[in-house]
């Protein structure tokens, strides 16, 4: 079992810059893949970003490419999202995920956070 908590989510305008921040525990964090993903009311939970457990392997949706940066701190258990230049469209629920393999995709990830909302005002 892997036990995911996010932090840093909150209320920002547009262009500002917000840290989310992923902390597990359980199992051993450096062997998962991380993803952070997000859903919008009444949207689907969409890919933002995933990062494989050496860190060799990004991946980030088309709509946060050259904003949104993933890492990760083996030592400390815990990944990021650096989330710069925030648009209105970035509103969302973040959650937090972890699998056995790299993966863009949803079915990827068995273990999952609450989710922490950021909301980004005009």
């Known amino acids: 079992q892997v036990q995911l908590v996010e932090s840093g989510g909150g209320l920002v305008q547009a262009g500002d810059s917000l840290k989310l921040s992923c902390a597990a525990s359980?199992?051993?964090?450096?062997?998962?893949?991380m993803a952070w993903f997000r859903q919008a009311p009444g949207k689907e939970r969409d890919i933002v970003a995933a990062?494989?457990?050496?860190?060799?392997?990004?991946y980030y949706a088309d709509s946060v490419k050259g904003r949104f940066t993933i890492s990760r701190d083996n030592a400390k258990n815990t990944m990021y999202l650096q989330m710069n230049s925030l648009k209105p469209e970035d509103t969302a629920v973040y959650y937090c995920?972890?699998?056995?393999?790299?993966?863009?995709?949803?079915?990827?990830?068995?273990?999952w956070g609450q989710g922490t909302q950021v909301t980004v005002s005009s």
């Open positions: 995920a972890a699998g056995p393999l790299f993966s863009t995709v949803r079915a990827g990830y068995n273990y």
């Open positions: 359980g199992r051993t964090f450096s062997s998962y893949a």
């Open positions: 990062i494989s457990w050496t860190s060799g392997s990004r």
